[in-house]
């Protein structure tokens, strides 16, 4: 990174993983705007950070254009050089139990927005002597997992316009990166969720170790960053050999069984 303080504007700042990006952000001597529907109470404005309170608040549905649009005109004028999208939502469940407005919803949320946003602010970026802009994805992104596909499929989708723009921006001063968490201990997941994690033997980290893969992603200026192993080799490998790793998800589908027992049929045994 270099030397001056950076100023950071983080979506989904008032989540787990949000909150801990804030801490890391600010022991780092950044200055963070962070976006959220419901920030925490506070008397700051976004012309007025300090540095006893390095983190100054937006209110915001990034769901809406005018809210977007909002962000990004106070952002330029508070001199962003840092975007971290991290906002998102979650889902969990077999296909068919999936709710039409629930996918839309996290769709646009999780792909539509920080596409939007970043389309907003790439002329002040660009204008910079340098910038960043940070995609918080998950290696349900790169690996399809039972029980996740919505979700996963809303951070492929992510992953695929950040490496577009990425090899668009290059050249440029705004470096694009990716950072691909595996499951976080946060409220962020549901109880059932939970409870398929245990059963599936799915690891999963505290928050703050998010927050320094994010800190080192900055640091060392790369393409991607994963977290945990072996999520960091089965992205590799289901890149290269996915349809020859399906059988290895076996134990994820079984998990999703108990509310669809009978779509094990003898045709569908391995």
Known sequence: MTAHPRRVLLTGASGGIGSAFLKALAREGMRTMGVARRPPQTTDTPGAPSRRQPVVWQQADLTRSDDIARVASTATAWGVDTVVHAAGIPSFGAVEDLAADEAAALLQLNLWSPMVLTQALLPHLKSLPEARIVFVGSALGRIGVPGSALYGASKAGLHRFAEALRRELSGTRVRVQWLGPRATRTAFNSPANESFNRATGTASDPPQVVADALMALLRSGAAERHVGFPERLAVRLN????????????????ALLPTHPQDLTAGNTP
């Not at 890149?239 to 079984?254: E, V």
């Open 239 to 254: 890149g290269a050999l996915g349809p020859w790793l399906d059988a290895g998800f076996h134990k994820h589908r079984d």
